[in-house]
């Protein structure tokens, strides 16, 4: 708090001592005492509703909304005192119960309850949850905290009230009603207190508002018992409640706003730091530890003091017992939501967790296993067949010119196109029946584990390459795609296999397709040769990168002919302008 807020809380509290001491110490004749101690209370709610009023002007949003609330409820109350101390002042009236009081009395509550509400709605807690769980469990806290509340009071104090002479009187139930709706609002500010957020903005608001609520209730509720017994008149050091109280609003009142600061949090250099996410409030577990605490507590002390009862009377007063079995069935209740909604997050953190563990295996864009999941894979493969002699190939496709791709369409082309491609190289590799796994090993190379023989490996590798030249309509334009396979075999060579070895030589087999003539397939046969398996300018077949229609013999053979010219690159001469959209 401020210092300027300190010395107005001082001074402030000082006066309501001096009056209370004065009015109570018997110096003055009865009507002067009973004359200051109305003037306190008076004085008290002007300045509750004054204060509250001018400075909810000067404000804006939640901040302004709670202070005119409070203003017309102060304002309220205060129309109750004047006709109270008239009662008792000018008729002659010691306890004046039931009155016309008491309609002033109770329009407080009925805008002290908003006031709070519209600070609770401008809770962070809840607003940025938006989730109807922490309404209805925040509900359930209050019930449950009022209910505990109530039990204790009612087998300590109202109980022996209620059974009374008097008990069934309407001046006894109307007497009642002041602790109870001093309870509430003493609820409601308990359970704002303990959210972290708006305990930091509202940390003065909320401590003095608190401390006047429960003056408001102290002197409500030995104004209760007193006519619960049947008093002739109320103490005035009994009214001390009623004149500090309001003057505690009015402090609230003109409590400053806490701006509520983002702190800085410190973040290891090994952690990667995201501007999108916020550093989370410190204390925040503790409030929300202690909001979860406190209900249960105040419960368990409701069990406690039925069970006193119990002991000591030997008897429960039955009113008090089924209000503590409403209780105990509220927070099972409560327990049981907060299981569902601990099973849901649970479901959420699962499917959280599996969708990080296949993004951490998968390639983003096409979907296929990454590179540090293939290489688990073959690293498994090998471990089977070093132990158990289990037969596997290899295979490493590369893209031919596929930066061709992205320079001339663009890389949105390119993605589309390698999603295509994947796609085809997915279908071929399961339609030959072998099975074996598929991954994207980086840029346009794609690697192929099959647990097969070399000669089902070379086969597979011709029908991706027929697959692969496929046509394909791209942003427009019709493009066909070459591909260059290098192929080995899991037990070529003599020495113990490494995927390190595997794959170097799977790539020189597949660099040695490259060179001679692109569109084709290399692979390591039985005695460690590298030999073409197949080639498309050998086999004469029709291809072009930018298909217009089948290439002529002439280019065909020319293909054949000059390693310049190759499947997947396109002639030079064409290159002259841009592609023809067909």
Not at 195 to 216: D, E, F, K, N, S
Not at 457 to 481: F, K, M, N, W, Y
Not at 529 to 537: A, E, H, I, P, Q
């Given at each position: 708090?401020?210092n300027?807020l300190?010395?107005?809380?001082?001074?402030?509290?000082?006066?309501?001592?001096?009056v209370?001491?004065?009015?109570?110490?018997?110096?003055l004749?009865k009507?002067?005492?009973?004359?200051?101690?109305?003037?306190?209370q008076?004085?008290?709610?002007?300045?509750?509703?004054?204060?509250?009023?001018?400075?909810?002007?000067?404000?804006?949003?939640?901040?302004?909304?709670?202070?005119?609330?409070m203003?017309?409820g102060?304002?309220?109350?205060?129309?109750?005192?004047?006709?109270?101390?008239?009662y008792?002042s000018?008729?002659?009236?010691?306890?004046?119960?039931?009155?016309?009081?008491?309609f002033?009395?109770?329009?407080?509550?009925?805008?002290?309850?908003?006031?709070?509400?519209?600070?609770?709605?401008?809770?962070?807690?809840?607003?940025?949850?938006?989730?109807?769980?922490h309404?209805?469990?925040?509900?359930?806290?209050?019930?449950?905290?009022?209910?505990?509340?109530?039990?204790m009071?009612?087998?300590?104090?109202?109980g022996?009230?209620?059974?009374?002479?008097?008990?069934?009187?309407v001046?006894?139930?109307?007497?009642?009603?002041?602790?109870?709706?001093?309870?509430?609002?003493?609820?409601?500010?308990?359970?704002?207190?303990?959210?972290p957020?708006?305990?930091?903005?509202?940390?003065?608001?909320?401590?003095?508002?608190?401390?006047?609520l429960?003056?408001?209730?102290i002197?409500?509720?030995?104004?209760?018992?007193l006519?619960?017994?049947?008093?002739?008149?109320?103490?005035?050091?009994a009214?001390?409640?009623?004149?500090?109280?309001?003057v505690l609003?009015?402090?609230?009142?003109?409590?400053?706003?806490?701006?509520?600061?983002v702190?800085?949090?410190?973040?290891?250099?090994?952690?990667?730091?995201?501007?999108?996410t916020?550093?989370?409030?410190?204390?925040?577990?503790?409030?929300?530890?202690t909001?979860?605490?406190?209900?249960h507590?105040?419960?368990?002390?409701?069990?406690?003091s039925?069970a006193?009862?119990?002991?000591?009377?030997?008897?429960?007063?039955?009113?008090?017992?089924?209000?503590?079995?409403?209780?105990?069935?509220l927070?099972?209740?409560r327990?049981?939501?907060?299981?569902?909604?601990?099973?849901?997050?649970?479901?959420?953190?699962?499917?959280?967790?599996?969708?990080?563990?296949?993004?951490?295996?998968?390639?983003?864009?096409?979907?296929?296993?990454?590179?540090?999941?293939?290489?688990?894979?073959?690293?498994?493969?090998?471990?089977r067949?070093?132990?158990?002699?289990?037969?596997?190939?290899?295979?490493l496709?590369?893209?031919?010119?596929?930066?061709?791709?992205?320079?001339?369409?663009?890389?949105?082309?390119?993605?589309?196109?390698?999603?295509?491609?994947s796609?085809?190289?997915?279908?071929?590799?399961?339609?030959?029946?072998?099975g074996?796994?598929?991954?994207?090993?980086?840029?346009?190379?794609?690697?192929?584990?099959?647990?097969?023989?070399?000669?089902?490996?070379c086969?597979?590798?011709?029908?991706?390459?027929?697959a692969?030249?496929?046509?394909?309509?791209?942003?427009?334009?019709?493009?066909?795609?070459?591909?260059?396979?290098?192929?080995?075999?899991?037990d070529?060579?003599?020495?113990?296999?490494?995927?390190?070895?595997?794959l170097?030589?799977?790539?020189?087999?597949m660099?040695?397709?490259?060179?001679?003539?692109?569109?084709?397939?290399?692979?390591?046969?039985?005695?460690?040769?590298?030999?073409?398996?197949?080639?498309?300018?050998v086999q004469?077949?029709?291809?072009?990168?930018?298909?217009?229609?089948h290439?002529?013999?002439?280019?065909q053979?020319?293909?054949?002919?000059?390693?310049?010219?190759?499947?997947?690159?396109?002639?030079?001469?064409?290159?002259?302008?841009?592609?023809t959209?067909?």
């Amino acid at each position: 708090m401020a210092n300027s807020l300190r010395k107005r809380i001082v001074v402030s509290l000082g006066a309501v001592a001096l009056v209370v001491a004065l009015a109570s110490s018997g110096l003055l004749p009865k009507a002067a005492s009973v004359a200051l101690d109305d003037a306190g209370q008076l004085a008290g709610g002007i300045a509750a509703t004054v204060v509250c009023w001018r400075t909810g002007r000067r404000r804006s949003g939640a901040q302004r909304r709670w202070r005119l609330l409070m203003a017309a409820g102060m304002a309220c109350w205060t129309g109750g005192m004047l006709v109270w101390a008239l009662y008792r002042s000018v008729l002659d009236v010691p306890l004046p119960s039931p009155s016309y009081a008491d309609f002033g009395f109770f329009l407080f509550p009925i805008f002290a309850v908003p006031a709070l509400l519209s600070v609770m709605r401008r809770a962070p807690h809840q607003s940025e949850d938006g989730s109807r769980y922490h309404w209805l469990t925040s509900l359930l806290d209050g019930l449950i905290v009022v209910g505990s509340l109530f039990v204790m009071s009612w087998a300590t104090v109202l109980g022996p009230a209620a059974r009374s002479d008097r008990s069934d009187s309407v001046q006894f139930l109307i007497a009642l009603m002041y602790p109870i709706t001093d309870l509430v609002l003493l609820v409601m500010v308990g359970l704002l207190a303990v959210i972290p957020r708006v305990l930091r903005r509202y940390r003065a608001q909320l401590t003095l508002l608190g401390a006047g609520l429960t003056c408001l209730a102290i002197s409500d509720s030995l104004y209760a018992y007193l006519v619960a017994a049947g008093a002739d008149e109320m103490p005035l050091i009994a009214d001390a409640g009623f004149i500090a109280g309001p003057v505690l609003i009015a402090l609230a009142a003109s409590a400053p706003s806490v701006a509520v600061a983002v702190p800085t949090v410190s973040v290891p250099d090994s952690v990667p730091k995201s501007a999108d996410t916020p550093p989370g409030p410190p204390g925040g577990r503790e409030g929300e530890r202690t909001r979860l605490l406190v209900p249960h507590a105040l419960m368990a002390l409701t069990g406690v003091s039925v069970a006193i009862q119990r002991f000591t009377q030997g008897t429960v007063d039955p009113i008090a017992f089924g209000l503590f079995l409403t209780v105990i069935v509220l927070a099972v209740v409560r327990q049981v939501m907060t299981l569902l909604q601990n099973d849901a997050l649970l479901r959420t953190l699962y499917a959280a967790q599996n969708e990080l563990t296949y993004r951490a295996h998968h390639d983003g864009l096409t979907g296929l296993l990454n590179r540090s999941a293939f290489d688990e894979h073959l690293t498994a493969a090998i471990d089977r067949h070093n132990d158990n002699g289990d037969v596997g190939v290899l295979l490493l496709v590369d893209l031919d010119d596929f930066k061709a791709i992205n320079d001339r369409l663009g890389h949105g082309a390119g993605d589309r196109s390698l999603k295509t491609l994947s796609s085809r190289l997915v279908d071929t590799v399961n339609a030959q029946g072998n099975g074996g796994v598929v991954a994207r090993f980086g840029g346009d190379e794609f690697t192929v584990l099959i647990p097969a023989s070399i000669d089902a490996g070379c086969t597979t590798a011709r029908s991706i390459v027929d697959a692969l030249r496929a046509p394909q309509d791209i942003e427009g334009h019709t493009v066909s795609i070459g591909a260059s396979v290098g192929v080995v075999e899991l037990d070529v060579f003599e020495q113990a296999v490494t995927a390190d070895t595997l794959l170097r030589n799977a790539d020189r087999a597949m660099y040695e397709a490259k060179k001679n003539g692109k569109a084709g397939v290399f692979a390591y046969d039985s005695d460690g040769t590298l030999r073409m398996v197949y080639n498309l300018s050998v086999q004469a077949a029709p291809f072009n990168w930018f298909g217009h229609g089948h290439a002529t013999a002439d280019a065909q053979g020319n293909r054949g002919m000059s390693p310049n010219i190759v499947a997947g690159e396109p002639d030079p001469a064409r290159l002259i302008g841009p592609p023809t959209r067909m």
